[in-house]
């Protein structure tokens, strides 16, 4: 998967959404995600899902799918650095039956090789494969102090049943990290 | 022991325990950044609900959407009634519901009921 976002450090996601040429936009947003940002965010998209005729299945995996993304850029976020650098960004857009889920946000260099990994090891996985993986790191119990769960990716890459597209831009300080989640309306 | 009423919220469920019953009832959608932080005060009934329970307990599972946060909070959940069942102080039985058509809460409660070694009743339903 080829992801067309290319991002100047201050046209980020003006840039992204003119490259999503045709696609219908949900919403998309550059700024720092906070609680308060995830819950508008969440409650307008279920506001504008609800007015589509869409499967019922697709809108509550478009939700659950946003959901699970939007915290792991939460999570993950630069906490202790400069408003700049926190800041991220996430769009949600439907095109040609497939939603298309962005986001984008900057990550210690040192975490590439870890993120990509872990993407790549998940992207690998069967279907048979992905719910042993999932039933495995359920079981282990372990759960961050911010809530993180360690089962993201892998909950993104079985409920979109699609690989997770990525890219990392390696800034001066620190590298931009975009993961794209694509789901089919028909699939 | 005392009932336990937790009423639902944009992300977070509705909770209500009724020592008296035996019962125990989660219910709309789980979705809080930290739902450990949300999940102690029903980990906290159940310990206390463990010392004394009824000869049935009962738990009904009925959310529309969960996140991996929660999770691995209503595992910790199941567990903790597993382990109830298993030193035989009470038969608990686990009802998940789901929608007819919603495959990942059908699948999330298999996910369950395969790490769960307790009577897990998967109920499907035209609408929650």
């Known amino acids: 998967m ?24 949900y919403i998309s947003f550059d700024g720092v995600v906070d609680v308060e940002v995830i819950n508008t965010t969440l409650q307008t998209i ?15 995996k478009v939700y659950n799918i946003l959901v699970e993304a939007l915290q792991n850029i939460f999570h993950h976020r630069m906490e202790n650095e400069t408003l700049d650098y926190q800041r991220s960004i996430f769009s949600v857009t439907e095109h040609e039956n497939k939603f298309h889920i962005y986001t984008g946000n900057y990550l210690e260099k040192a975490a590439v090789d870890v993120v990509k990994s872990k993407i790549d090891n998940v ?7 992905v719910v042993i993986k999932y039933r495995e790191i359920l079981d282990d119990g372990i759960v961050t ?6 089962l993201g990716f892998l909950d993104m890459f079985r409920k979109s049943k699609n690989i997770l597209g990525y890219k990392f831009y390696n800034e001066e300080t620190y590298t931009f990290f975009v993961l794209h989640i694509t789901l089919n309306v028909n699939k | ?22 019962r125990l009832t989660i219910e709309g959608r789980s979705i809080p950044e930290n739902a450990v932080d949300f999940f102690q005060r029903l ?46 102080k009470s038969a608990v039985n686990v009802n998940w519901f789901f929608e007819e058509d919603d495959e990942d809460m059908n699948e999330a409660g298999q996910d369950f009921d395969a790490i769960i070694s307790m009577p897990f009743n998967m109920v499907e339903v035209a609408e929650l």
Not at chain 1, 145 to 150: E, F, T
Not at chain 2, 1 to 22: F, R, W, Y
């Open chain 1, 2 to 25: 080829f992801l067309i976002v290319i991002f100047g450090k201050m046209l980020r996601l003006t840039q992204h959404i003119n490259n999503l040429t045709g696609h219908d936009t």
């Open chain 1, 46 to 60: 279920e506001e504008k899902l609800s007015d589509k005729a869409l499967p019922k299945r697709i809108k509550r």
């Open chain 2, 1 to 22: 022991m005392s009932k336990l009423n937790i009423e639902s919220s944009a992300k977070t469920p509705l909770i209500k325990c009724d020592d008296e019953l035996g």
């Open chain 2, 43 to 88: 980990y906290d009934w159940i310990d206390e609900y463990s010392k004394s329970p009824k000869s049935k307990t009962e738990i009904d599972v009925k959310l529309e959407y969960f996140n991996t946060s929660s999770s691995k909070c209503l595992l910790k959940v199941l567990k903790k009634l597993e382990t109830l069942n298993v030193e035989s």
């Open chain 1, 145 to 150: 102090d911010k809530g993180g769960s360690g």
């Open chain 1, 123 to 129: 992207n690998k996985l069967t279907k048979e494969q």
